[in-house]
């Protein structure tokens, strides 16, 4: 079998799908926000027609070839609609996600310096009340909503303004031109701008894994449901991979809030399942009911930050089929991923109690990524089995950061990318996740703490263990209501290295990412911990 050599199109991607006859019916957990009159089911000569409309309406925008197009709107799958339109018209679209600060948002645009903002009004709203104003780093804005507040944001098009424009003919790229931007989780601070280009994207992550590949690939039986940060890079792979399989459905889940999440789950129970940890964390008790929606899933794919065992049992065991499987990606935006193990209902149940298993993360894609772990000091390679700073070697690295060119250029050592990752790599090539780098402890990681606190308290959601580098770490234990049994506590904790007092928290007041990863940085401010830290922060 032979891997696909020719790019995917991110600008046509749906009339391509649509002239080799896909069939894949769309289903929404709710109207698009850019077509809200299409209702939640539609078909991809449909959405063809919508990205060709939409590509009009940025055009009569003013939007131009090498022209950047930022869109920061309430999460949905439309994102990578937008994204095919302004790619369609030769501009570079750059997706930002509304779990942004406000003050983060007009930084990341005024970095942009975008021809055309596309928002809506809950984005503008909430930076007017900040005090920031990310539309005026922008030539022009494209309010989607909000029809009758004209103050909100003064001389702004409206999507009545654009209506009956016509497409131009569509425009390709070339393969190392920039295609799209997107930004980093930053769970540190100000997240990063990452370029890629088609040849990164869209030949070098989307087109490996729309190879048919046994058990990964989607089959024309399939229905495959996605929840996620659909502003993230993932969504225009995940989207990608779709239009050239052709399943005979595809979800895109847009909250993780079950009251929306559910009912799209249970009108079309997936058998392919990809989320975000976050999700899955949160929908872990839906899972452990006996008529659950994930009754019929085949393969769950969990990419974006650390699953803890008990999360992945409770799913596998969700599943009727006789032996599902967890595929579990570790990558990061500038590169795509970097290796993937499969877990299944036996391994997780021998291991279960003998200490972490999520945390191997299994080996690099084959003749496509090479790894090392070096010295975080000197940066010489360390022995199999010690841990070390990991670096990457990958066709796929993105092209730089926008407006920090220095910063990327220093997490580059000749061809070597510096993940910010400490890990060990093993004998036979696997890798075993120790922590980040700005978050290690002196001895070991957090992570390895968290697993066995989740594995020993049920009860508690998520565990998010803060180092401190003159004292024990400081572990916040997540639940729904936030409240914490101390006697319990005391008894999971028995054992472990030293720790504070755990500081209970609910978890919507915990801050997170637009894909659920928590902040810590703004954690630590929330629990009264100063942002030192036991690691240096130099490769984040």
């Given amino acids: ?152 944001c003064p001389g702004a098009l409206r999507p009545d303004d654009l209506r009956g424009a016509t497409a131009p003919p569509p425009r390709r790229p070339q393969l190392d031109a920039p295609l799209a931007i997107m930004h980093t989780s930053g769970t540190t601070g100000v997240p990063k701008l990452v370029v890629h280009s088609t040849r990164t994207i869209m030949r070098r992550l989307a087109g490996f894994e729309a190879h048919r590949w046994p058990v990964l690939a989607a089959r024309s039986t399939d229905t495959v449901a996605g929840a996620y940060s659909f502003a993230h890079g993932r969504a225009l792979a995940w989207t990608a991979v779709a239009m050239q399989l052709a399943p005979g459905a595809l979800v895109a889940v847009s909250s993780s809030d079950w009251a929306e999440a559910g009912p799209a789950l249970e009108r079309h129970n997936p058998t392919v399942m990809e989320a975000q940890p976050a999700a899955y964390v949160r929908w872990q008790p839906r899972a452990a009911e006996p008529d659950n929606p994930f009754r019929r899933v085949r393969l769950y794919i969990s990419t974006f930050d650390a699953m803890h065992p008990p999360a992945v049992r409770t799913f596998l065991n969700a599943s009727r089929r006789r032996a599902p499987l967890w595929m579990q990606g570790w990558g990061q935006s500038e590169t795509g991923p970097l290796t993937f193990r499969f877990l299944t209902r036996r391994a997780l149940a021998a291991e279960q109690g003998t200490g972490p298993t999520t945390r191997d993360l299994g080996r690099p894609l084959p003749g496509r990524t090479r790894l090392r772990a070096v010295d975080p000091d000197t940066l010489r390679p360390v022995p199999r089995g010690v841990p070390g700073l990991l670096f990457v070697r990958t066709g796929a690295l993105c092209q730089g950061y926008v407006g920090e060119e220095g910063r990327w250029r220093a997490k580059l050592v000749g061809e070597w990318w510096s993940t910010g990752d400490i890990g060990v790599i093993t004998r036979t090539g696997a890798v075993r996740l120790v922590d980040r780098e700005v978050d290690a402890l002196p001895e070991g990681g957090c992570l390895e703490l968290e697993d066995v606190l989740d594995e020993r308290l049920p009860e508690v959601l998520e565990c998010v263990v803060l180092g401190v580098p003159d004292g024990p770490p400081v572990p916040v234990a997540v639940t729904e209501d936030g409240r914490l049994d101390t006697a319990a506590w005391r008894r999971a904790a028995a054992g472990l290295p030293e720790l504070a007092d755990p500081v209970p928290m609910a978890w919507d007041a915990v801050p997170r990412t637009g894909t659920g990863k928590v902040r810590r940085a703004v954690l630590r401010e929330r629990v009264g911990l100063g942002p030192e830290t036991s690691g240096t922060g130099r490769w984040t």
């Fill in 1 to 152: 079998m032979t891997l696909l050599t020719r790019p995917i199109h991110l600008g046509t991607l749906f009339d391509d799908a649509a002239a080799r006859g896909a069939r894949t019916a769309v289903h929404l957990s709710r109207p698009l926000d850019i077509a809200p009159e299409l209702g939640t089911d539609l078909d991809v000569p449909r959405l063809a027609g919508l990205v060709r409309e939409t590509a009009g309406r940025l055009a009569a925008a003013g939007v131009r070839p090498g022209d950047r197009v930022a869109v920061a709107k309430r999460n949905h799958w439309d994102y990578v609609l937008l994204c095919c339109a302004a790619a369609r018209l030769g501009a570079v679209p750059a997706s930002l996600s509304a779990g942004l600060d406000p003050d983060t948002l007009e930084i990341l645009v005024k970095r942009l310096e975008p021809a055309l903002l596309v928002a809506d009004a809950q984005v503008l709203r909430a930076a007017r009340d900040s005090g920031a104003d990310p539309a005026g780093h922008a030539a022009r804005t494209l309010l989607l909503d909000a029809p009758g507040d004209e103050d909100l």
